[in-house]
């Protein structure tokens, strides 16, 4: 499409660069970090609007700027979406949504209730709701609980060597099950207002309803689970339960425990609503210190404003923005010595680090903490990938500190190696927070079918352990980097490219991979690197951009293939300048002009598409064979189990970081 000549491309590139770098400084914020906007679905405004009705809050000043948050993102058909424009809505967001507008005290006769109420009945109504979407239901008392996954609150008393205790789950889904546990033991309901109920998506009598018709088609390897289920739930209505208060105190006490110090749980939404929802259950009051502190979180910095309604984040992304911005001016050739900005995101970072002990140490012993969360404040979750890109950063930021700040940073990468050196998992791949979360055994019980309840190791967190080892001058001699290196080799797909956990999907994990293994000092020409290269290649788009939908996930089809979108085209340009070769000089300066052609003239990019992965839904959390596994994951490319985030500063970093490197490959 656009055939610039080198010489042009190089002083076009320039002044994007420069205008590229002074918005990033610009948007700098006064406390010293970066950070944007964490775009999802709508169920983080349904799912707080219920809250506050579980909760009893009736005076919230931002209720009906939250509700038209919903109403914003209702899709012409009357549903709701997991992602940018996905082939369909989604059955559990829009059930929700529709629940909390209803709750929210919206006639059943308004238009987008109709619209909602024809969508769902017509998409099979409320049989396929998941287990979340039933719960919440449940709670309202529009679902019976023994409905339900019975995960007994007796779960805490398993010591972690038992094959099924709560630290066998993965971080996010351990700090929402607990709280849940409580409510489920408890049965507890606030029931909606008669005029508020939702009885008109029961189109047949309720009690002809069947609320079992969920797990009746479940494989064989779930069966017994499914029984069991049915045999917990008829204990859970026993009117003696030994143990049973005593487990409810000691899940009570855990939950407080794991508060952050800005109110919230876990750094992301569920375990923070759903702790929110046991606490009041059990008794405490609203003015309660500890639910004080977690409702009042939501007015920090969990929110923002678009288009005249607030909307609700499901997590705070600042040190991952302040990590991938301060890579992006140093790609740049930014004068740390010269920059305030820089300055002042370093010495931010490594106040950042945490230093306390966290749910990690229940099976990693003998190491001193290190690493950094990925939001502010969750310090019982430092996570591997973060702190690899910490680790790269200050090591690239080294050359340019006086010797107190070396001094420092010196003692941070030391600390930081060493934590997530003993985080490394028995394949020799790196998992976000835990290690060896593997444990497939648990994924069988009727509570997941959501998401993933695991964290297993994954490409790309491998990947940037890699790369910042590689950094350090680490290479395959080192056993550690050796494992890893072979766990990355057997992930490979066979048309060469990899797997995106964190990102979408395949662009992303070939992106991280390429720039790690130049950092080991592998050879570039080897013929699986040049296959991943030519993967790349062959999916540029006509325009010159890259882009991947998040459909890809369950349709092979897809991989590698949707509109181009800047961070996309970031991700696929870093893979090629990687390899280092000149070959592939002509498409990196297609891809090149795609991003500066669509460079706004503030200097950012325009990205309304999700390219930040939270769950896949494949349950397991890890690289699954869709051919083989896709009728037993209860999604399609719609992604129903799945959970897709639009980080709003990657459009921004990534191009920026790819405009940079591409820079200096080319001037070569």
């Not at 606030?190 to 309803?209: G, N, Q, S, T």
């Not at 509570?447 to 350090?472: K, N, R």
């Not at 991947?548 to 300048?577: F, H, K, N």
């Not at 990196?588 to 999700?610: F, H, K, M, S």
């Amino acid at each position: 499409m656009y055939s610039t000549p080198h010489s042009m491309i190089i002083s076009s590139l320039q002044q994007g660069i420069e205008r590229g770098v002074a918005w990033l400084l610009d948007n700098h914020r006064p406390e010293g970090f970066w950070v944007g906007n964490l775009e999802t679905n709508s169920c983080m405004e349904a799912e707080w609007v219920l809250a506050m009705h579980f909760l009893g809050v009736e005076d919230d000043p931002k209720y009906e700027s939250v509700v038209r948050a919903i109403l914003n993102e209702q899709r012409p058909d009357g549903s709701w979406e997991v992602y940018y424009q996905a082939p369909m809505g989604d059955i559990n967001v829009t059930v929700e949504c529709y629940t909390a507008l209803r709750a929210s005290g919206m006639s059943v006769d308004s238009p987008p209730l109709c619209k909602a109420r024809n969508w769902i009945l017509e998409h099979g109504g409320l049989v396929g709701l998941r287990v979340f979407t039933r719960y919440w239901l449940a709670l309202f008392g529009e679902w019976p609980w023994d409905a339900t996954p019975a995960l007994p609150p007796e779960i805490i008393f398993l010591p972690s060597w038992a094959p099924f205790n709560v630290y066998r789950f993965a971080s996010w889904a351990r700090g929402t099950i607990i709280p849940l546990t409580v409510l489920r033991a408890r049965r507890t309901v606030r029931e909606l207002p008669p005029e508020y109920r939702i009885d008109e998506l029961f189109p047949e009598i309720r009690e002809r309803f069947d609320y079992r018709s969920i797990g009746k088609n479940t494989s064989f390897r779930q069966r017994p689970f499914y029984l069991f289920d049915r045999l917990l739930s008829r204990y859970t209505r026993f009117p003696f339960c030994p143990g049973r208060e005593l487990a409810i105190r000691q899940c009570l006490e855990w939950i407080i425990r794991h508060q952050e110090a800005d109110g919230a749980w876990s750094g992301i939404q569920p375990p923070w609503i759903y702790s929110l929802l046991a606490l009041h259950a059990e008794g405490y009051a609203l003015d309660h210190p500890v639910l004080a502190a977690g409702l009042d979180a939501w007015n920090k910095y969990w929110k923002f404003e678009k288009n005249g309604a607030t909307y609700l984040q499901a997590s705070d992304t600042p040190v991952w923005d302040t990590l991938l911005s301060l890579l992006a001016t140093l790609d740049c050739d930014q004068d740390f010595n010269l920059t305030p900005q820089m300055q002042a995101a370093l010495e931010w970072i490594l106040n950042e680090q945490v230093m306390a002990g966290g749910d990690w140490q229940v099976y990693v012993k003998d190491v001193e903490p290190g690493g950094w969360a990925f939001e502010r404040q969750n310090d019982f979750y430092p996570d591997v990938d973060d702190t690899a890109v910490a680790v790269i950063v200050l090591l690239r930021l080294l050359p340019a500190l006086d010797s107190v700040l070396r001094s420092r940073v010196d003692l941070a990468i030391r600390r930081a190696v060493a934590w997530m050196s003993a985080m490394q998992s028995s394949n020799g791949g790196w998992g976000a927070f835990d290690k060896d979360n593997t444990s497939h055994f648990i994924t069988l019980i009727p509570f997941c079918d959501f998401g993933e309840t695991l964290d297993p190791p994954s490409v790309d967190v491998t990947a940037h352990v890699l790369e910042a080892l590689g950094l350090l001058g680490r290479g395959m001699d080192d056993p550690v980097v050796a494992r890893a290196y072979r766990y990355i080799r057997a992930e490979q797909e066979k048309d060469g490219s990899w797997f995106g956990r964190w990102g979408v999907n395949h662009i992303y994990g070939t992106a991280a991979v390429m720039p790690a293994l130049k950092a080991i000092g592998e050879d570039m020409n080897a013929l699986y690197v040049q296959k991943a290269a030519r993967w790349i290649v062959d999916h540029q788009n006509p325009d010159g951009g890259w882009g991947e939908s998040c459909g890809s996930y369950m349709d092979i089809t897809l991989r590698g293939r949707g509109p181009s979108t800047a961070s996309q085209t970031g991700w696929a340009l870093m893979a090629l300048v990687a390899t280092g070769s000149h070959t592939y000089d002509q498409i990196i300066e297609r891809g090149l002009e795609w991003l500066l052609v669509t460079q706004r003239a503030d200097g950012t990019w325009n990205e309304p598409q999700y390219t930040g992965t939270g769950f896949p839904g494949y349950g397991t959390g890890e690289r699954t064979d869709i051919a083989k596994a896709a009728d037993n994951l209860d999604q399609g490319s719609e992604l129903s189990r799945g959970f897709m985030l639009n980080y709003n500063m990657y459009r921004h970093y990534f191009p920026l970081m790819a405009m940079g490197r591409a820079r200096h490959h080319l001037s070569e």
